[in-house]
């Protein structure tokens, strides 16, 4: 089973409409990261939000944590056609070991209408 | 500052056929990883460098796929022989952040080398 599960798979809003994507995971984890995947480019880095935080913002970007629920929520304020693309969460594990991978999700499919 | 670069881009191979692809991480990070997404699913860890040691392997299907880091700069992974199911995107990606650091570990990635096995 996956550590990160994002909801919705995919997602259709119109330009200037929020979209809020959600991230579930399973273990406890040091940090939350989101990336974004345009079609044919790579995963390029959104934001992080550690485990003892609970809201962050970057630009249009609000992410939220509830660990207790082990979720994490990933909201886009007045979305553009340019913010078309896939949304991933990732989390860093707390481990003891040597592990440092981030574990993905399926992501969630954006696509903003102008 | 030059990204992660992959080659090729996409490879389309025959089942049974060999096929390396090529990984260049950005210049001074020790932290190189292997990643890959088949058909629209998760994006699934295969192994983690440092410098020019495996640090964790476990993420690698089986034996077909071998990957090398030679002198602690690019890396390549080779499958042989490919098979069907081997098809997908193949992500590199590279870290600067000294283990075992608690500092965060943000990757940088590279475009994806997408293979298709016919």
């Known amino acids: 089973s996956q550590q990160g599960e994002e909801d919705p798979q995919a997602l259709s809003i119109q330009e200037g409409e929020n979209a809020t994507m959600n991230c579930s995971y399973k273990t406890s984890i040091n940090n939350l990261q989101w990336y974004r995947q345009n079609s044919g480019r790579g995963l390029v880095h959104l934001i992080l939000i550690r485990s003892n935080e609970r809201e962050k913002h970057s630009g249009r970007l609000r992410v939220t944590l509830d660990t207790s629920k082990k979720s994490s929520s990933l909201l886009i304020t007045a979305s553009r056609a340019a913010d078309t693309a896939s949304y991933f969460c990732?989390?860093?594990?707390?481990?003891?070991?040597?592990?440092?991978?981030?574990?993905f999700g399926s992501g969630t499919q954006l696509t903003v209408l102008p | 500052e030059a990204g992660v670069t992959q080659f090729p881009s996409h490879s389309v191979i025959e089942k049974g056929q060999t096929v390396t692809l090529r990984c260049d991480p950005i210049?001074?990070?020790?932290?190189l990883y292997w990643y890959r997404r088949v058909m629209g699913k998760e994006i699934k860890f295969l192994l983690h460098?440092?410098?020019?040691?495996?640090?964790?392997e476990s993420g690698m299907p089986n034996n077909r796929f071998l990957a090398e880091r030679t002198g602690g700069t690019y890396s390549t992974l080779k499958v042989q022989p490919a098979e069907l199911e081997d098809s997908g995107v193949y992500f590199c990606a590279s870290s600067q952040d000294r283990f075992p650091s608690s500092s965060a570990n943000v990757l940088t990635f590279g475009a994806g080398s997408r293979l298709t096995v016919l």
């Open positions: 460098f440092v410098k020019e040691s495996k640090q964790d």
């Open positions: 990732a989390t860093a594990l707390i481990s003891s070991g040597s592990a440092r991978q981030l574990t």
């Open positions: 210049s001074g990070h020790d932290n």
